[in-house]
């Protein structure tokens, strides 16, 4: 009896092991052979990722396409390469070990940087954040945009015997968002000429100006509707940046921690003035 609990256990292991050989086969297939060298999804993927970015923005298909090209250029000759012996070549070993290296440093990178990056971390740097920005006023404004003075002028007697902005806007005004009544929307200062914006938010919520504001486009008339602190963007809005925050501080703390055990000498002077200059800004911003 136990012979053939042996000879079942075999089975069963031989099964498991074929069905995970499939199961391999299934999620990395070949899609391609050069001679007896197989080319599997996942060597194209490694290819698509690396194309130039130019060609990254091609459709997906001429995107396979080309990586895939790249992929057989590479292995039709790459067997003539190493029967001349290029792979022993002190250049080569040189480049590979860069390669290598580099590529360490990548997995590392995204080992203990990009995948360790919390929900958490993320939440709380966005309210360091918002937390440092300077409150902000913002206004809404509406303005009729006309040629001369004594247009302006002759619209603020008519806003004075009580018409309508918006109307006048309408009728009057020779901006293109005129058909809006001359809505401009909120807008924070910085975002308008000067003399637009020192007069839009000198006014009162409500009041419009009592003389016209000449800039460079011509003779404004302003109405301001409402004024309110600026909002903060949402933390969706601006997740993105927030991540690219907290991935350089944990990056920068990677490298300070292994500065402590590992001394780091340049030789050239000057390089090296410039090497901490640049760690410097990097770590200031």
């Known amino acids: 009896m136990s012979r053939y609990k042996s000879l079942a256990a075999a089975a069963l292991v031989a099964l498991v092991a074929a069905s995970g050989a499939a199961l391999a086969q299934d999620t990395d297939p070949v899609i391609a052979k050069v001679g007896d060298q197989e080319v599997r999804q996942s060597e194209l993927d490694l290819a698509i990722s690396s194309l130039d970015p130019q060609l990254q923005r091609m459709p997906e298909e001429q995107k396979r396409a080309a990586a895939l090209s790249s992929v057989i250029d ?41 995948d360790a990056v919390t929900k958490e971390e993320v939440k709380a740097r966005y309210d360091k954040e918002i937390a440092a920005i300077p409150p902000q006023e913002e206004v809404k404004a509406r303005h009729i945009l006309v040629k001369t003075e004594e247009e302006a002028k002759a619209i603020i007697k008519e806003l004075e015997a009580g018409k309508s902005f918006v109307e006048l806007a309408k009728a009057k005004s020779t901006d293109p968002n005129k058909d809006d009544g001359g809505d401009l929307g909120y807008f924070t200062k910085g975002r308008m000429v000067p003399e637009f914006e020192a007069a839009a938010f000198a006014l009162e919520k409500g009041a419009y100006t009592k003389e016209p504001v000449k800039t460079q486009f011509g003779y404004h008339v302003i109405l301001v509707e409402d004024k309110r602190p600026q909002a903060p963007p949402k933390l969706e809005e601006v997740e993105p940046q927030v991540r690219q925050l907290v991935m350089r501080d944990k ?29 410097a800004a990097r770590e200031a911003r």
């Open 74 to 114: 590479v292995k039709l000759l790459v067997k003539d390469a190493e029967k001349e012996g290029l792979q022993n070549d002190e250049t080569f070993k040189q480049r590979v070990a860069f390669i290598t290296e580099r590529e360490l440093h990548n997995a590392f990178f995204k080992k203990h940087v990009v």
């Open 251 to 279: 990056y920068l703390a990677l490298l300070a921690s292994a500065k402590k055990t590992t001394e780091v000498e340049i030789s050239d002077p000057e390089l090296k003035k410039a090497y901490d200059a640049a760690n």
